[in-house]
Nanobody, 124 residues
Framework: QVQLVESGGGLVQAGGSLRLSCAASGGVFGHYAMGWFRQAPGKEREFVARLNWSANTYYAHSLKGRFTISIDNAKNTVYLQMNNLKPEDTAVYYC??????????????????WGQGTQVTVSS
């Protein structure tokens, strides 16, 4: 059974950094690409970043340069390093796994497994 568990969220001041973790179990690693999405209050959930098994990474255009997705295969964990955080980054951040090609990186319905989310709050 696939399970994704996010952690690392919290309250941070604008300009600060956070690193989110997504611990995966159930055979996800090596078979699925991993992505991060976020949902701000009153808004739709949106794509943040994705990493596939060729180590190719993809980012939402507006976030590239501040956010970095990475993986630790030994720990079965995917990370999202977030730097220079802004109040508009406040959201619930979700980890997800997809068996679809990178063509569908931003298509949420192609992600079969989702974590429960972790709250990130950036104060001004």
């Amino acid at each position: 059974q696939v399970q994704l568990v996010e952690s690392g969220g919290g309250l941070v001041q604008a300009g600060g950094s956070l690193r989110l973790s997504c611990a995966a179990s159930g055979g996800v690693f090596g078979h699925y690409a991993m992505g991060w999405f976020r949902q701000a209050p009153g808004k739709e959930r949106e794509f943040v970043a994705r990493l596939n098994w060729s180590a190719n990474t993809y980012y939402a255009h507006s976030l590239k340069g501040r956010f970095t997705i990475s993986i630790d295969n030994a720990k079965n964990t995917v990370y999202l390093q977030m730097n220079n955080l802004k109040p508009e980054d406040t959201a619930v951040y979700y980890c997800a796994a997809s068996s679809y090609s990178d063509t569908y990186s931003e298509v949420q319905t192609t992600y079969a497994y989702w974590g429960q989310g972790t709250q990130v709050t950036v104060s001004s």
